[in-house]
């Protein structure tokens, strides 16, 4: 599986100091999915809490254009309801950071990507937007106050320091994923 592990691997952190590609003026890459990439993404699903989502994740590349690809069943049953990517970032963007962009294709459904800051301390507590796909490859750009709390208890809005982690998610009802992400990062 390569740079994709399952949970139980651990989970590396990425310096975007030492990780992230400028690739314009206003954006700042996280990874595009290249095999020399340094970026590990960890796979797994609502099993982790005993739900019943089955899916799987895998690097490839069609063209030349490399991507990750993530499918599977969502199941909202038992409690459950997602599949994921997630990497983990050991600093936070930089303070000017207005957003996530993705450049994704897949299966026309509606995804998710979900943050996680260091005030997100438990496991459900998450920062949320809602992306869709078609099946032609499209960047979106997601504007940080785009992103709802999972709960009251959490700030209004992520602050770009403070974010930790990034996944990439099909969530929430009962569907079939299948999503290519090709490049993500911060503008």
């Not at 979900?114 to 809602?130: F, I, K, S, V």
Request: with cysteine; net charge negative.
């Amino acid at each position: 599986m390569g740079r994709l592990t399952g949970l139980i691997g651990g989970m590396a952190c990425l310096s975007l100091s030492m990780m992230a590609n400028f690739i314009g003026a206003d954006e700042i890459m996280i990874d595009n999915f290249e095999p020399d990439s340094e970026v590990r993404w960890d796979y797994f699903s609502d099993q982790v809490m005993g739900g019943v989502s089955e899916g799987s994740a895998r690097m490839g590349s069609d063209n030349g254009e490399a991507y990750a690809h993530m499918t599977g069943d969502v199941s909202t049953a038992n409690n459950g309801g997602f599949i994921q990517l997630r990497t983990r970032l050991a600093v936070g963007a930089d303070k000017n950071a207005a957003g996530i962009y993705v450049k994704v294709r897949g299966n026309s459904q509606k995804y998710y990507i979900h943050l996680r800051t260091r005030g997100t301390m438990l496991p459900w507590q998450y920062y949320q937007a809602a992306f869709d796909v078609t099946e032609d490859w499209q960047t979106i750009k997601l504007p940080l106050d785009s992103f709802k709390p999972s709960g009251s208890w959490l700030r209004k809005t992520a602050l770009p320091k403070s974010i930790r982690s990034i996944g990439i998610v099909a969530y929430g009802r009962n569907h079939e994923a299948d999503i290519q992400i090709g490049e993500i990062g911060f503008f």
